[in-house]
């Protein structure tokens, strides 16, 4: 048994919705949440990050240097 709390505005748009549909807000919110459930665990994380992925440029390029400046250090050390 879970219980939640919703905001004023959530709470009249689902008991809208689940009038509309001519279910208890019970039933309409655990429809929601199995039907939210089984999409989440029915997809993988590349999935529901593909929307995200590539999305950010940082500029970068200093990562391809790194293999030389490691060398150098370890060549100063000795």
Do not use: N
């Amino acid at each position: 048994m879970r219980s939640i709390r919703l905001d004023d505005e959530l709470d009249t748009r689902v008991r809208q919705a689940a009038a509309a549909e001519g279910a208890s807000v019970s039933e309409f919110i655990r429809r929601a949440a199995s039907e939210r459930a089984d999409h989440t665990l029915a997809t993988g994380a590349s999935e529901r990050l593909a929307d995200v992925v590539g999305a950010v440029h940082g500029g970068g390029g200093q990562a391809r240097d790194t293999g030389a400046a490691f060398a150098k250090a370890l060549a100063r050390r000795a």
